[in-house]
């Protein structure tokens, strides 16, 4: 879930919305929602990899010392 809100705020900037009505944030908020789906299935289609995640520093040394 956190990696699907940290997408939709650096692809779209939804921090905030620019409307002041609840049907217009509403309205905003369903359009965004499809805009990332439309750029995830992109990704799936042509094969783009996803982002690797953090490795921290204790996991890199028992990975150091295991190989």
Do not use: C, F
Not at 12 to 40: D, E, P
Request: charged share 20%; hydrophobic share 40%.
């Amino acid at each position: 879930m956190e990696g699907s809100i940290s997408q939709a705020v650096r692809r779209t900037s939804t921090r905030r919305t620019r409307y002041r009505s609840l049907a217009k944030t509403s309205l905003a908020q369903v359009l965004t929602a499809a805009a990332l789906n439309l750029y995830r299935l992109d990704a799936w289609w042509t094969g783009t990899p996803l982002g690797t995640t953090r490795v921290s520093h204790y996991e890199q040394l028992v990975l150091s010392h295991a190989a």
